[in-house]
């Protein structure tokens, strides 16, 4: 009997990440895949990008359609009680022999919950890192602790994850997805993807996306409008915004946007898709915002950031990240410096290994072939 091999993916800012895996398992006779997909997916306020998911020719076996559009603090709680509910029945009836993670999401979380208590072993990516400006931190550490294996991007991550107790035996440092997917995403070139969406060639252009900084104290709402108060001046430059995550205060992160909007010098998208978005960042001037993909994937395509805030705090940065409070004097400065000024760029590609994807699918299929389905571990003491 074929070995179930189960991904789930909660949102687009995990899918694009996993789709090179989940190609592999499609394609390998030995096992079945079984593709889960989560709430954010089937939100319209997020572009519905479960669509991506069945362009990309992937069939959805189980969708988790409760409601994140309007999520607040206590609604994250809420969300998890609830979808706990729902993937335990399904994980009940399919028994998967193993279940394949990536990230820091709650709706990640709440898979990985379910897993862990229904003893099936949880193969993790992405764990060992640190984004101390949101409560993703908290959720993959505790995510690491409920997995068997681990995939981390980078040697420090790996170390990490040893230090929080994990088998050395069971961590393996394969490099990030992200960047492989960068790589190896046949792109699209600069006037195609420009003319597509209306974007003019003879201006400067910036990508951009905001995340709300879920561990700030404070005015949580007002970092939206501290932000983009920190753009208005640069008529001279074509801003491309993309939505946010369905975090606390999401929405109205996204009624700040769209009130805010300059028709003359910007568009906004609610989710670009994959390819698209790759693009774009791989032809912009630089990218200004919190999201991941400036720390991961942008030094990858040779494209400086402005990283806003401490969202990404303690993550590795190459020298092209260029990080400052969330200041509208600051955020101006940083955008004259890069933009205009044309600082000189060294870009490190910190989380490149070759061939991610295959090293991690058979690595996935070895730990198969054990047929070891006893979701139990040891605490591994640190050793100096």
């Known amino acids: 009997m074929k070995k179930k091999v189960l991904i789930f993916t909660g949102s687009r800012a995990d899918y694009g990440l996993l789709k090179p895996l989940i190609y592999r398992f499609k394609k390998n006779s030995s096992t079945k895949l ?107 550490h505790s995510m690491t602790k409920f997995s068997n294996y681990h995939f981390s991007c980078h040697k420090n991550y790996a170390k990490r994850l040893v230090q929080l107790g994990e088998n050395v035996k069971n961590v393996f440092n394969y490099g990030a997805l992200g960047v492989e997917n960068a790589l190896r995403t046949q792109l699209i070139n600069k006037k195609k993807l420009f003319d597509k969406f209306n974007v003019p060639l003879n201006k400067k252009t910036i990508l951009v996306t905001f995340h709300p900084e879920t561990k700030k104290k404070g005015n949580i709402k007002n970092e939206i409008n501290i932000f983009l108060s920190g753009l208005k001046k640069f008529k001279d430059i074509f801003f491309i915004f993309t939505y946010n995550n369905s975090d606390p205060n999401g929405k109205y992160y996204v009624k700040q946007i769209i009130k805010n909007k300059n028709n003359n010098n910007q568009i906004i998208i609610s989710s670009l898709g994959s390819k698209n978005y790759l693009s774009f960042l791989k032809n912009v001037d630089c990218i200004v915002g919190n999201s991941s993909s400036g720390i991961i994937e942008a030094p990858a395509l040779k494209t400086p950031t402005i990283n806003i805030g401490n969202r990404q705090n303690g993550r590795e940065f190459s020298r092209s990240i260029f990080t400052c409070k969330n200041d509208k004097a600051l955020i101006e400065k940083n955008i004259k410096m890069l933009v205009f ?21 058979k690595k996935i299929n070895s730990i198969l072939k054990k047929n070891n389905k006893k979701n139990f571990k040891l605490f591994y003491d640190f050793k100096n």
């Not at 099936?120 to 993703?136: C, K, M, Q, S, Y």
């Not at 290994?353 to 090293?359: C, F, I, V, W």
Request: net charge positive.
């Open 341 to 361: 000024k044309k600082k000189k760029i060294v870009y490190d590609n910190l989380f490149f290994k070759n061939n991610t994807s295959l090293n991690i699918f």
């Open 34 to 140: 079984i593709l889960v997909a989560g709430g954010q997916h089937f939100s319209k306020l997020f572009g519905n990008t479960h669509k991506e998911i069945l362009k990309d020719n992937f069939k959805i076996d189980y969708s988790c359609k409760i409601k994140t559009d309007n999520i607040k603090d206590n609604e994250v709680v809420s969300y998890i009680g609830r979808s706990l509910i729902n993937f335990t029945k399904f994980l009940k009836k399919e028994t998967p022999d193993i279940v394949v993670l990536l990230g820091d999401r709650y709706e990640a979380y709440s898979f990985c919950l379910a897993s862990f208590f229904l003893n099936i072993p949880i193969a993790h990516i992405h764990g060992g890192e640190l984004t101390l400006g949101a409560f993703d931190d908290g959720l993959r």
